[in-house]
Structures are given as structure tokens and as C-alpha cells.
């Protein structure tokens, strides 16, 4: 099944003022990258988005998210938005910003690194 190409423009449309983003296709979706980390993307019709671990057990609490547990085992720190779950920009922009504030605590990537 491919992704949603919506919802990718909607995250291009809420991340186009941040800069070092990029995309690459990956887990047969597409993937955004803040400073060469993974900070959100795109599986079938849902958001995947990376909390980290210590903002994860909330975020799991919340409606319509689940872990991000695409081969049998969960990623820990990440989690799954179902679509009913980003009906309005604004849900959407939550997880995104969630997704900033831990992905900015992380070492910036090489970019000869990330080729």
C-alpha cells in the first residue's frame, strides 16, 4: 500500500518555515528529517511520529495513538497517529512540535554521513 500523499503535504505545508528538513522514503513511506534525525513521516494513512522514550507513555495515552509497530516489534520513543486522530491541522502541528522538541535534543547528523 503506498502513503498518503496528503498527509506528506500536509507535514511539508507545517514543517516549510523549519530549516534542515529533508525527506527520504523509508519503511515504505516517506520520512522527514530534522538535522539528518528522523522527526516524522508517513506509514499507509497515519503519522509516525518520534517523542522519545520519556514522552512516549503519555503520548500512548492519548486517542487514536498507538505504538509505531510496523514488523512485530514496537520502536521505542515513537508512536502511530490513526487518521481520525489528525483530522484538524492543529492535531496535526501537536505531534509534529512534539516530534521538534525531542528530535532537537539530538546530535546533528554528518551530512556526508547521511548519503
Known amino acids: 500500500m503506498a502513503f498518503s500523499e496528503s498527509l506528506a503535504a500536509r507535514i511539508r505545508d507545517a514543517l ?23 522527526l516524522v513521516g508517513v506509514w499507509r494513512d497515519s503519522l509516525i511520529a518520534r517523542v522519545g522514550k520519556d514522552a512516549c507513555e503519555a503520548a500512548l495515552q492519548e486517542e487514536f495513538v498507538t505504538e509505531f509497530d510496523v ?5 521505542k520513543g515513537w ?3 490513526d487518521p481520525d486522530g489528525l483530522d484538524s491541522d492543529h492535531q496535526l502541528i501537536h505531534w509534529i512540535e512534539q516530534a521538534i ?3 532537537r535534543t539530538l546530535p546533528i547528523k554528518d551530512p556526508i554521513r547521511r548519503r
Open 16 to 38: 516549510a518555515r523549519e530549516r534542515n528538513i529533508e525527506e527520504k522514503k523509508m519503511f515504505g513511506g516517506i520520512c522527514f528529517l530534522l538535522n539528518g534525525n528522523i
Open 71 to 75: 514488523t512485530g516489534k514496537a520502536m
Open 101 to 103: 522538541q525531542f528530535v
Open 79 to 81: 508512536v502511530m497517529v
